[in-house]
T-cell receptor, first 112, second 111 residues
Framework: EPEVTQTPSHQVTQMGQEVILRCVPI?????FYWYRQILGQKVEFLVS????????KSEIFDDQFSVERPDGSNFTLKIRSTKLEDSAMYFC??????????FGPGTRLTVL | ELKVEQNPLFLSMQEGKNYTIYCNYS?????LYWYRQDPGKSLESLFV?????AVKQEGRLMASLDTKARLSTLHITAAVHDLSATYVC???????????FGTGTRLKVLA
């Protein structure tokens, strides 16, 4: 069964460093999403992406964040200058038609 | 601004019993989603509800949507231990691709 994959599973970085989180959505899906979940808290929407552009972003998704689909398979989330409060689990998801979303296993980001 | 609230936040129930989890949302939403999340894991899609009166069932779980009341329910029938997890609802902000999640209901089914 096709699945969304994410790498790395755990990323540790120093405050102020740039990180890139990678996702490979399901191959025939057209809609892509990033979410984050701070430990013990609810899932928060970051951004949705369709047709090679951002279709919606939340207030969390400020200028420090960017997304890219550099080729036909990868979907990346970049955080330019990480802060302590960026420590969270980051989930990528994809969907075929904007309905059922399939989530990846997540990347745990720890900012020291 | 769309807000999503679930209750209860915690639920401990005996095997074989029935119970309902409630998900209220504050403004018009185009879609309502239910997910299962096991500890330390990702989200698994359970149901997508698209219209008023929609009802979907999978095994011991049944979800429904009342858009007039802005309420979705997740009903558990004859709970079994394997259903122990956190159940999360999410709503799509009308006219956007922005999703708002509830805090989740942590369900523990006791043998």
């Amino acid at each position: 069964e096709p699945e969304v994959t994410q790498t790395p599973s755990h990323q540790v970085t120093q405050m102020g460093q740039e990180v890139i989180l990678r996702c490979v959505p399901i191959s025939n899906h057209l809609y892509f999403y990033w979410y984050r979940q701070i430990l013990g808290q609810k899932v928060e929407f970051l951004v949705s992406f369709y047709n090679n552009e951002i279709s919606e972003k939340s207030e969390i998704f400020d200028d420090q964040f960017s997304v890219e689909r550099p080729d036909g398979s990868n979907f990346t989330l970049k955080i330019r200058s990480t802060k302590l409060e960026d420590s969270a689990m980051y989930f990528c998801a994809s969907s075929a038609g904007g309905d059922t979303q399939y989530f990846g296993p997540g990347t745990r980001l720890t900012v020291l | 601004e769309l807000k999503v609230e679930q209750n209860p936040l915690f639920l401990s129930m005996q095997e074989g019993k029935n119970y309902t989890i409630y998900c209220n949302y504050s403004t018009t939403s185009d879609r309502l989603y239910w997910y299962r999340q096991d500890p330390g894991k990702s989200l698994e899609s359970l149901f997508v509800l698209l219209s008023n009166g929609a009802v979907k069932q999978e095994g011991r779980l049944m979800a429904s949507l009342d858009t007039k009341a802005r309420l979705s329910t997740l009903h558990i029938t004859a709970a079994v231990h394997d259903l122990s997890a956190t159940y999360v609802c999410a709503a799509l902000t009308s006219g956007t691709y922005k999703y708002i999640f509830g805090t989740g209901t942590r369900l523990k089914v006791l043998a």
